[in-house]
């Protein structure tokens, strides 16, 4: 009996060579990008509607990490722009 492709993660991802960490970091930089501020329960909804398989659920508390860190590189680098502007 085959499985359908979506059953077979997180190996799919590691025969193209994401692994999940890098996955779940890159999707939450992005995600730092284009939407700024976001808290707590928005950024665990945003994951679930991004990652929605089961097998990434653990990556959780990673993607979350990941987002607030490049949230505040983020503000870091809009900060320098501006004092180099001014």
Request: proline share 5%; glycine share 6%.
């Amino acid at each position: 009996m085959d499985h359908p492709p979506e059953s077979n993660y997180p190996q799919l991802c590691f025969e193209v060579g994401l692994t999940c960490e890098a996955c779940t970091a890159e999707t939450a930089r992005q995600l730092a990008r284009s939407c700024k501020g976001l808290r707590g329960k928005m950024i665990g909804q945003l994951f679930v509607q991004i990652h929605p398989h089961s097998a990434c659920a653990r990556m959780h508390a990673h993607f979350a990490n990941a987002y607030r860190a490049a949230s505040c590189d983020s503000g870091d680098e809009r900060q320098r722009a501006m004092a180099a502007v001014a």
